[in-house]
């Protein structure tokens, strides 16, 4: 069993921000695997469910908004019985530049206060993530991540998107979470 968890804020004002790009990879994977999410209260989030190959595998976008995220989290991972080394998070990350990946298998928050929520509630930082570069700006960082990207940064993104989705799709496939790394977590900028 898998379980992809996207971080983001529910509600319409916040559709295709910075802090969203979780939910817009869910998104992008849920399309792949022909899925659609649906509102589970009890989940307190948006869940899509499907197999592939032998493999279940759940997507949760949680409703509780980023700084809650992690309970909507434990509750699917305690339903499902769902074990750490079986979850992957998706969230967006203003110390790497625009669009670019870093998969890491564990870590501090950083800062990001939904991973530290899903800290406090996994009772670890050992859980694997993707984090999607969105740049630092000038603005003050909570008009930043709820800012909504420039078309030519929206082009960027989508390709970011499609990369982080086929790393996905290979952590759905079992395959090695180091190999994914490798393949997967792009240079930085010099």
Do not use: C, W
């Amino acid at each position: 069993m898998r379980l992809i968890i996207g971080l983001g804020n529910p509600g319409k004002e916040y559709a295709k921000t910075r802090h969203n790009v979780g939910f817009e990879v869910l998104d992008v994977l849920a399309d792949a695997l022909n899925v659609s999410f649906k509102l589970e209260k009890s989940f307190k989030g948006e869940v899509a469910m499907t197999n592939y190959g032998s493999e279940k595998v759940i997507l949760l976008k949680p409703s509780t908004f980023m700084n809650l995220s992690g309970e909507s989290a434990i509750l699917v991972k305690q339903f499902y019985k769902v074990e750490l080394d079986d979850i992957i998070v998706v969230y967006d990350d203003i110390a790497l530049d625009l669009g670019k990946l870093r998969l890491r298998m564990q870590g501090s928050s950083g800062g990001h206060n939904g991973i530290k929520d899903l800290i406090k509630h996994f009772n670890t930082q050992e859980f694997k993530r993707i984090r999607i570069g969105i740049s630092s700006s000038d603005k003050a960082l909570r008009n930043h991540v709820l800012g909504k990207f420039s078309k030519d940064e929206q082009t960027e993104m989508s390709i970011s998107y499609q990369y982080a989705k086929d790393a996905l799709i290979d952590f759905i496939k079992q395959v090695p979470f180091v190999d994914i790394m490798t393949k997967y977590n792009t240079p930085a900028s010099s």
